[in-house]
């Protein structure tokens, strides 16, 4: 892993892009400050930078306190996302793999030949192996993710094995990215955003259109959008999902106070909070959230959260769709649903969202 470190910002030429990107640091393609040979970019749009110490400040003084999932995914919590797709009990993963792969040639019908495929919350890139197979002579993948070092190690990895297809990376929060950067998607076929994984569930409903008006926008006319999105069912399967036995998803949630306690300087007991998640009914979601056993504090910088027993910090959303409701919100954010496909259980949906020509 650490020959694929790339060298930090200070030692790399800083260039600047059109006002939008204005904080967009660079490497530039000569061989010694390249990441990976093999990748055409690396985007840097400094997500975390500031942010998670406001986040965490505002987030525990509110009511009732929360902090944005985005902020599970530092490198442990990454590494610890993928063991949780690995898990028996965690569906969504194996179903949405299979699924790809049993409904490639459609993908691939749909998109036509020399696509650009834009990938939002790219995680270890897995699933776009098997659609960047299927595509017809795919121009450009960018993978674009929250989390750096994940994100340059998975995709450098991705790039040596593509050699035909021009590959970068685009660090950046994908609910604060509203414009593709010149160089990215050139392409001379359709512009496709992937977001597998039910990423979108993340967000709340108005959150997810929000976000979905953006990416139609960045896909441009006659683009479209390839995205998984989970299906409600017995909630059994949900609670079982989202509380694995081998206590992955556990650790990935109280990783959060990992994080606080090494890069905030925060003092707290991390055996004071245990993991809590539970499927929603009203507001069809499972929710994930750290629960105070006994009274606990929080201290950062001089300020001080107590927490009552049994008192939360709410640290996930996971929506849970019917197709119709997908595709409602897919229309409000201005996509045309054109196909959607599921597995025979109806675990889960992957769905073909496109812009039309119009805009
Ligand atoms: C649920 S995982 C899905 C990963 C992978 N796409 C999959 O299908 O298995 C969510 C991914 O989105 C990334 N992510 C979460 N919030 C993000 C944000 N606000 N901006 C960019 N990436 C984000 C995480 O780092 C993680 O890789």
Known sequence: MSSLIAPGPAFLPQRLFAPHTDNVARLFPEPSDRFHPALEYMIDLKPDQGNFLADVLAGLADRPRSLSPKYFYDRVGSALFDAICDCDEYYVTRTEMALLQDISADIAALTGAHANVIE???????????????????????????????????VGALAQDFPAIRIGCICADFTRFHHLPDDVAQGKGRTLGFMPGSTIGNLDPEQAVHFLGNVKEQMGPGGALLIGADLK????????????????????????????????????DQGGFAHHAFYNEQAGRVEMHLIAEGTQTIEIEGNRFTFQDGE?????????FTIAEFQDLARKAGFLPEKVWTDAKKLFSIHFLSVPQDG
């Open 233 to 268: 069912k017995d909630h059994a399967i949900l609670q079982a999902a989202y509380n694995d036995k081998a206590g992955h998803t556990a650790a990935f949630n109280l990783n959060l106070l990992k994080r606080m306690e090494q890069e905030l300087g925060a003092k707290l």
């Open 120 to 154: 939002y919350g790219a995680g270890s890139g897995w699933k776009i192996r098997l659609l960047l197979q299927a595509l017809d002579q795919p121009a450009e993948y960018a993978a674009l993710d929250i989390s750096r070092d994940h994100l340059e190690h998975a």
């Open 312 to 320: 939360t910090l709410h640290t996930e959303n996971s929506h849970k």
